[in-house]
């Protein structure tokens, strides 16, 4: 799935570079994930994908250490995505590289990352002091875990989403901690809570989380996943309008949280118990 030549860094192993080393981004083209899925040219949705990384840190000009949490935001429309073992080594490369100023970085970090995305990239830098005013938040709405199902299905089943045939509109948040999906490239799991924000006929909220469970084996990228998941609620329940959103727990001080909507909107930005 990958745009290079080159094998992908995730699962090799590999040395952590000690100088500025940009060609160290890998891309993977979106194209190939959303052609499965039956999607052609520009997606008919919108979104993004925002990134947290707790462990940034370079050289002031005297030398001195600055540690910061950076957020990078990539439109889904990007040719590509950045492959996040590849995005890690890179942010590990600036470690004893000297800036002015948290700027200089933050305008490195976007001309980089644009250009292995294809892409317009946002980058914030955010001093820990500042970071931790944020706290820790939470989905809004109903959460479904508590639900008393049996479940049997743990690979992808959208035959398990349906209405539950009232014929009234509805606008309901409803979220789940119980996704599970798995790396592509190592099996590694991966935890995410997710948060389905919809208005048109009611969704049957068990069906809803067997359907959420039954990723629990599949091996996707979280951006990947995110865009099934809104693909198969969007095609199966047809809501007049959908917003699907994940936010992944970290791995290797990154975490991946993907927004897909049908409309152009923003998501919280909230950091969950589990980030």
């Known amino acids: 799935m990958t745009v290079v030549d080159k ?11 000690d100088q500025y080393s940009p060609q160290l981004l890998q891309p993977i083209a979106r194209s190939e994930g959303r052609q499965a ?36 935001s990539m439109p889904c429309h990007t040719e590509n995505l950045v492959e996040s073992k590849s995005l890690k080594l890179y942010l590990n490369s600036l470690n004893q590289e000297r800036y002015h100023s948290p700027q200089d970085v933050a305008t490195l970090l976007e001309k980089d990352i644009s250009a292995c995305v294809n892409g317009p990239v946002q980058v914030g830098i955010h001093p820990a002091d500042t970071f931790r005013h944020r706290g820790i938040g ?4 109903t959460c479904l875990d508590e639900l008393p199902i049996e479940v049997d299905s743990y690979s992808p089943d959208a035959t398990l989403l349906a209405l539950t045939g ?3 509109v509805v606008t309901e948040s409803l979220y789940s901690h119980l996704l599970k999906t798995n790396c592509p490239v190592t099996g590694q799991p991966d935890w995410a809570s997710i948060l389905i924000r919809y208005t048109g006929w009611p969704i049957e909220h068990e069906g809803l989380l067997r359907y959420l469970i039954s990723f629990r ?5 979280h951006e990947q996943c995110v865009e099934r998941i809104f693909t198969e609620i969007n095609e199966l329940c047809a809501p007049d309008q959908l917003e699907v959103y994940a936010r992944y727990t970290r791995r290797g001080g990154l975490d991946i949280n993907p927004y897909r909507s049908s409309i152009k909107s923003d998501a919280p930005r909230i950091r969950l118990s589990r980030q």
């Open 37 to 72: 899925l039956g999607l052609e040219g520009e997606p008919k949705f919108f979104g993004f994908d925002l990134w947290t990384g707790y462990e940034l840190s370079w050289l002031d000009m005297r030398g001195k250490p600055v540690v910061a949490v950076v957020e990078i």
């Open 138 to 141: 939470s989905f809004p709405g």
């Open 7 to 17: 094998p992908l860094l995730l699962g090799a192993e590999t040395e952590y570079p």
């Open 166 to 168: 009232q014929r009234e």
């Open 217 to 221: 084996n599949h091996q996707d990228f």
